[in-house]
C-alpha cells in the first residue's frame, strides 16, 4: 500500500490491478500453446511445442497473512501455497532444497539452484517464485556450419553458426530484424541486429511511445515482406544475479526498506530482502529451449521476392515472444556465443 504500491506500480508499468489481470491472461495464453498439434497426432510432425507459466509461494508456519492476500495469489497468479519452517537453520535449509526442486521441475531442468546458500534467513517470512519454461522446434530444420563472430570485447571467433530462412522482415533507425517460426506458430525468436549497439538500442525502445519500439518491431514482422535468409549462432547461454540494485535503480526502494506490505499481513513489517533471477536459453539447428525463475525473498524489517540477409557475426538481441499476444518472454543480449552455461 501507499509509496511502496505507487513505486512498484510505476516500475512495472502499470497499476496491480492491470499487472495482475495480464499475467493471468499470459499464463492461460501459454497454457494453449501446442494444443492444436497436440490433438493432430501426427506422428511425422516435430513435436509439439509446450510453453508454461507458474507461481509458488512459501510461507512460514504460523505466519498470518490476510485472507485477500491468499484469495487474489489463487485468483490472478494460480499459486500454491505452502509452510515452511525458515526460523532454525535445518529446515530452513530443507525449505530451500524444496524451492529449488519445484523450480527445477517446472523449468524443464534447466533452471537449478534459483536459491543459493545463506539467501534465506531467520527472517524470512515469505518466497514467492515465478517460473517460465518455453520449448518448441522450428517449422524448418536449420543448416548447421561454422563462421566468424566479432564479440562485443572486439575479439574475432568461429563458431558453430545455424542458416535458414527467417519469417518477417522489420528496419528502422535502430535495428534490422526477423523471425524464426516454430512448429504450430504459437512462439516465435525475433532476432534483432542494432545499427549501433545495445545502449543505443534499449534507449530507443525505453523512449519509444505506445505502439512503437520493440511493439513495432514484433508486429512489424507479421506484415508481409521480402524473403530472408538468416544466419544466427548455436546458442547454449545461461545468465543469474539479483535485480535488487537494478530495481532500487528505477525506482523501487520502498520495497526493500521502510516498505509497506500491510495488504499481505498486519501480524509483522515487511521487506524485500532481495529478488534473484535465472535464464537459460538454448537454440540449435531443430529448436529453441528457453527457461527462466525468479524469487522475491520477503522478510521481517531488522523479492521470389526481394531477398534481404541477416547475418548475426557480431553483438545481437533476440526475443523469444508469444506470437497471438506479442508478448516477450525471454529477452537476451548475445555478446559472445562461446560463453557457454
Given at each position: 500500500?501507499?509509496?511502496?504500491?505507487?513505486?512498484m506500480?510505476?516500475?512495472?508499468?502499470?497499476?496491480?490491478d492491470?499487472?495482475a489481470?495480464?499475467?493471468?491472461?499470459?499464463?492461460?495464453?501459454?497454457?494453449?500453446?501446442?494444443?492444436?498439434?497436440r490433438?493432430?497426432?501426427?506422428?511425422e510432425?516435430?513435436?509439439?511445442?509446450?510453453?508454461?507459466?507458474v507461481n509458488?509461494?512459501?510461507?512460514?508456519?504460523?505466519?498470518?497473512?490476510?485472507?485477500?492476500f491468499?484469495?487474489?495469489?489463487?485468483?490472478w497468479?494460480?499459486?500454491?501455497?505452502?509452510?515452511?519452517?525458515?526460523?532454525?537453520?535445518?529446515p530452513?535449509?530443507k525449505?530451500?532444497?524444496?524451492?529449488?526442486?519445484?523450480?527445477?521441475?517446472?523449468?524443464?531442468?534447466?533452471?537449478?539452484?534459483?536459491?543459493?546458500?545463506d539467501?534465506?534467513?531467520?527472517?524470512?517470512?515469505?518466497v514467492?517464485?515465478?517460473?517460465?519454461?518455453?520449448?518448441?522446434?522450428?517449422?524448418?530444420?536449420?543448416s548447421?556450419?561454422?563462421?566468424?563472430f566479432?564479440?562485443a570485447?572486439?575479439?574475432?571467433?568461429?563458431?558453430?553458426?545455424?542458416?535458414?530462412?527467417?519469417?518477417?522482415?522489420?528496419e528502422?533507425?535502430?535495428?534490422r530484424?526477423?523471425?524464426?517460426?516454430?512448429?504450430?506458430?504459437?512462439?516465435?525468436?525475433?532476432?534483432?541486429?542494432?545499427?549501433?549497439?545495445?545502449?543505443?538500442?534499449?534507449?530507443?525502445?525505453?523512449?519509444?511511445?505506445?505502439?512503437?519500439?520493440?511493439?513495432?518491431?514484433?508486429?512489424?514482422?507479421?506484415?508481409?515482406?521480402?524473403?530472408v535468409?538468416?544466419?544466427?549462432?548455436?546458442l547454449?547461454?545461461g545468465?543469474?544475479?539479483s535485480?535488487k540494485?537494478?530495481?532500487?535503480?528505477?525506482?523501487?526502494t520502498?520495497?526493500?526498506?521502510g516498505?509497506d506490505?500491510?495488504?499481505?499481513t498486519?501480524?509483522a513489517?515487511?521487506?524485500?530482502?532481495?529478488?534473484?533471477q535465472?535464464?537459460v536459453?538454448?537454440i540449435?539447428?531443430?529448436g529453441?529451449e528457453?527457461?527462466?525463475a525468479?524469487?522475491?525473498?520477503v522478510?521481517?524489517?531488522?523479492?521470389?521476392?526481394?531477398?534481404?540477409?541477416?547475418v548475426?557475426?557480431?553483438?545481437f538481441?533476440?526475443?523469444?515472444?508469444?506470437?497471438?499476444?506479442?508478448a516477450?518472454?525471454?529477452?537476451?543480449w548475445?555478446?559472445?556465443?562461446t560463453?557457454?552455461?
Amino acid at each position: 500500500a501507499g509509496g511502496t504500491r505507487t513505486q512498484m506500480e510505476e516500475v512495472l508499468g502499470a497499476p496491480m490491478d492491470e499487472l495482475a489481470a495480464a499475467a493471468n491472461t499470459l499464463a492461460q495464453l501459454l497454457a494453449q500453446v501446442g494444443d492444436a498439434e497436440r490433438e493432430e497426432a501426427d506422428e511425422e510432425a516435430p513435436e509439439p511445442a509446450r510453453a508454461s507459466l507458474v507461481n509458488g509461494t512459501w510461507i512460514q508456519e504460523g505466519f498470518e497473512v490476510e485472507e485477500s492476500f491468499l484469495e487474489d495469489l489463487a485468483t490472478w497468479f494460480g499459486s500454491g501455497v505452502f509452510e515452511a519452517d525458515f526460523i532454525e537453520d535445518q529446515p530452513r535449509e530443507k525449505a530451500r532444497e524444496r524451492i529449488n526442486d519445484w523450480a527445477e521441475e517446472r523449468t524443464g531442468g534447466l533452471i537449478e539452484e534459483l536459491l543459493a546458500e545463506d539467501m534465506l534467513t531467520a527472517t524470512t517470512r515469505l518466497v514467492l517464485v515465478n517460473a517460465l519454461h518455453l520449448k518448441a522446434a522450428w517449422s524448418d530444420t536449420l543448416s548447421t556450419s561454422t563462421g566468424p563472430f566479432t564479440t562485443a570485447a572486439g575479439e574475432e571467433l568461429e563458431v558453430d553458426m545455424l542458416s535458414g530462412d527467417g519469417t518477417g522482415w522489420y528496419e528502422d533507425a535502430l535495428c534490422r530484424a526477423t523471425s524464426l517460426t516454430t512448429y504450430g506458430g504459437d512462439l516465435r525468436l525475433a532476432l534483432v541486429q542494432p545499427v549501433d549497439d545495445l545502449d543505443a538500442l534499449l534507449d530507443g525502445w525505453a523512449s519509444a511511445g505506445s505502439g512503437e519500439g520493440l511493439a513495432a518491431l514484433l508486429a512489424g514482422l507479421d506484415e508481409p515482406g521480402p524473403a530472408v535468409r538468416l544466419t544466427v549462432p548455436a546458442l547454449d547461454v545461461g545468465w543469474d544475479d539479483s535485480l535488487k540494485d537494478v530495481l532500487e535503480g528505477m525506482g523501487m526502494t520502498a520495497p526493500f526498506s521502510g516498505a509497506d506490505f500491510s495488504g499481505v499481513t498486519k501480524a509483522a513489517d515487511l521487506e524485500i530482502q532481495d529478488v534473484v533471477q535465472k535464464a537459460v536459453l538454448t537454440i540449435d539447428e531443430e529448436g529453441m529451449e528457453a527457461a527462466a525463475a525468479t524469487a522475491v525473498v520477503v522478510g521481517e524489517s531488522s523479492a521470389p521476392l526481394e531477398e534481404e540477409e541477416l547475418v548475426l557475426d557480431a553483438p545481437f538481441a533476440l526475443v523469444a515472444y508469444h506470437h497471438s499476444s506479442r508478448a516477450p518472454l525471454v529477452v537476451g543480449w548475445i555478446g559472445d556465443p562461446t560463453q557457454t552455461r
